[in-house]
Nanobody, 122 residues
């Protein structure tokens, strides 16, 4: 079994900051690409930021310059530092990881966390 557990969400005022964490645990050989997605009420889930095992990153245009994704490969953990938060950042944030469970696995399996609520409001 593999689990992704997110933490760090909450209520913050516009202009504030939050740091999300997501730790992968269980039967894991290697965690490859990791990402943060978000889903606002009434909208489709969208990619906020992604990071490869080598540290290459990509961001949605709406969060560039405000959000920073990083990871700790030794801890199988990905982070999302969110600064200058806006009300439109309000959403449930989901962690996603491509995981190779065994050395003999041919491909990664995509896993999702349960999500953490981020609310930006005064």
């Amino acid at each position: 079994q593999v689990q992704l557990v997110e933490s760090g969400g909450g209520l913050v005022q516009p202009g504030g900051s939050l740091r999300l964490s997501c730790a992968a645990s269980g039967s894991i050989f290697r965690v490859n690409a990791m990402a943060w997605y978000r889903q606002a009420p009434g909208k489709q889930r969208e990619l906020a930021a992604g990071i490869t095992s080598g540290g290459n990153t990509n961001y949605a245009d709406s969060v560039k310059g405000r959000f920073t994704i990083s990871r700790d490969n030794a801890q199988n953990t990905v982070y999302l530092q969110m600064n200058s938060l806006k009300p439109e950042d309000t959403a449930v944030y989901y962690c996603n990881a491509g995981i190779k469970r065994y050395a003999t696995s041919r491909s990664d399996v995509s896993y999702w966390g349960r999500g953490t609520q981020v609310t930006v409001s005064s």
